[in-house]
């Protein structure tokens, strides 16, 4: 592969004990992919250039902020269509991540490949450029069906489920107590579902409805709470991001800037300095 080229795969999972996602993150100025086809949907947005994709007997192209789902089964080929190549982001979803959220049990059809949603594109490859650097499983778990829904209600030919959930409030507080009891291992939104008798996306509209944020970030704020009540007394950022369940110190310095502005050695100096 030419220096310039790249194809990195993180593998992510759907919750602690959930299934694998796989992701892709490549450019490409000259490779062409040999005929394949995938048993997953394969979801991607085009990042810059333009891509030429031989699909259903013939030739489909996707430039920057395209999304572009390819059905699991159908052969297809994929290489640039202009000289300086193309980039993008893409992920294999298993196609029970697609029904959830809509009626009936058919796969949902795409009968456009190509489809422009700047906005469903813009959150697709925000969550795949977070997950391709922290896998976390209940980040993926949150945020990748959730999508995955909203593309398939918007743009195939499912149709959308009811989402009025029932005791949503109640719903939603049983999930953020079992998070924050649980925070150094959380339990699998799949598996929360299924003891109060929800899809994963119910539990996910519920708790997005009553909380204002999804699972996963609500955790991660509490973490950062925590962390905070460490590092005043004296913890070092390494230490309190062990003891709250973030991956590692990077983990927790990305979320503490993002809840309070400063990154976690910042605050502790600040704190002892004002003692």
């Known amino acids: 592969m030419d220096a310039r080229e790249q194809a990195r795969w993180t593998r992510a999972r759907l919750g602690t004990d959930g299934p694998p996602l796989d992701l892709l993150t ?9 005929p394949h086809a ?15 994709i031989a699909y259903r007997g013939g030739h489909i192209h996707s430039g920057p902020g395209s999304l572009v789902v390819l059905e699991p089964g159908e052969m297809h080929t994929g290489g640039p269509a202009a000289p300086e190549g193309y980039s993008y982001r893409a992920l294999y979803a298993a196609p029970a991540l697609l029904t959830d959220g809509t009626r009936g049990d058919a796969l949902p ?5 190509v489809l422009q949603d700047p906005e469903l594109a813009r959150a697709l490859r925000a969550a795949h450029t977070d997950l391709a650097r922290c896998p976390d499983p209940l980040e993926a778990e949150s945020r990748i069906p959730w999508l ?15 989402d009025t959930v029932p005791g949503a409030d109640r719903v939603a507080r049983v999930v953020r107590d079992r998070l924050a009891d649980e925070l150094l291992a959380p339990p699998s939104l799949a598996a929360l579902a299924t003891d109060l008798g929800l899809s994963r ?4 509209r519920a708790f997005r409805t009553t909380m204002g944020i999804p699972p996963y970030a609500w955790l991660a704020q509490h973490r950062v709470a925590r962390a905070r009540g460490l590092l005043d007394a004296g913890l070092r950022p390494a230490e309190a991001a062990a003891l709250v369940g973030f991956a ?16 976690p050695a910042a605050y502790r100096n600040s704190v002892q300095d004002g003692g």
């Open 26 to 34: 490549a450019r490409f100025d000259r490779h062409v992919y040999a």
């Open 38 to 52: 995938h048993d997953e949907f394969t979801v991607g947005v085009t990042v810059g250039g333009l891509e030429v």
């Open 109 to 113: 059809h795409f009968r456009e490949p």
């Open 148 to 162: 995955l829904t909203a593309l398939a209600r918007r743009h195939s030919t499912a149709r959308a489920a009811c």
């Open 201 to 204: 996306y119910q539990l996910l």
């Open 248 to 263: 590692d110190q990077a983990h927790l310095t990305r979320w503490f800037r993002r809840v309070l502005g400063v990154t």
